[in-house]
């Protein structure tokens, strides 16, 4: 079933009444995707670790429990799921030990080679250049830093029947390899697993 343009939309930037009950909705739907995508991050206690789109911030909080002498930061342009993910991680924040911020992925609010380990879940669909959004996350990345970018391929026939292509533009797991190499990654390896019936591919990149 074809969901509405209004709750896609709310997939892309979570706002309002809705956006909150979209986030939590999020939070039960992905779990099982983070943590496959957290297992090929392969994290380690002093890790500098950046999420772009941290949501409901329920990967971060399972990756805090690893990195414990590292630090953690998050992206996100939406000021709803910077509330919930703030709420999960309240201590980290409150302590320093993890940062989240309102902010646009295209323009990543930290120094060149901040970050030796990038995460991004279920955000591709919403960049129309994802050469160009990769190519700003390898500029945050440190000189042998991993990237995990966790995703529905068009491999899976349900997703574009399930999603507006108004809304989500839905790659294939050569083309986003393709793009990810343009923007100066290598080292690419795509893993694909089906997760309560729908494919979830996680490609792996480093610089």
């Given amino acids: 079933m074809r969901r509405p343009k209004f709750i896609a939309r709310q997939g892309r930037r979570p706002s309002g009444l809705l956006g909150e009950i979209v986030g939590r909705v999020m939070a039960h739907e992905t779990a099982a995707a983070n943590r496959i995508a957290l297992d090929l991050l392969e994290l380690c206690s002093d890790d500098q670790v950046l999420e772009v789109g941290f949501g409901h911030g329920r990967a971060l909080a399972a990756a805090a429990e690893v990195v414990t002498a590292g630090f953690l930061a998050g992206i996100d342009h939406s ?3 910077r509330r919930i993910a703030r709420s999960k991680n309240s201590c980290a924040v409150r302590c320093g030990h993890m940062e989240l911020t309102v902010a646009d992925s295209g323009h990543i609010p930290y120094p060149d080679r901040r970050f ?4 991004t879940m279920h955000t591709i669909y ?4 994802l050469k160009r959004q990769i190519e700003e996350i390898r500029r945050v990345m440190s000189d042998g830093g991993r990237l995990v970018i966790g995703y529905r391929p068009s491999e899976d026939e349900r997703f574009a029947d399930q999603f507006p292509e108004s809304v989500y533009i839905i790659r294939s797991t050569k083309e986003t390899e393709t793009l990810v190499a343009e923007a100066g990654l290598h080292g690419i390896q795509t893993s694909s697993q089906r997760l309560s019936s729908n494919l ?6 480093h610089k």
Avoid: G, P
């Avoid at 030796?116 to 995460?119: I, R």
């Avoid at 919403?126 to 250049?129: E, G, I, V």
């Avoid at 979830?200 to 990149?205: E, G, S």
């Fill in 116 to 119: 030796n380990k990038v995460l």
């Fill in 126 to 129: 919403f960049w129309r250049d």
């Fill in 200 to 205: 979830l591919a996680w490609t792996v990149a």
């Fill in 79 to 81: 000021e709803v799921m």
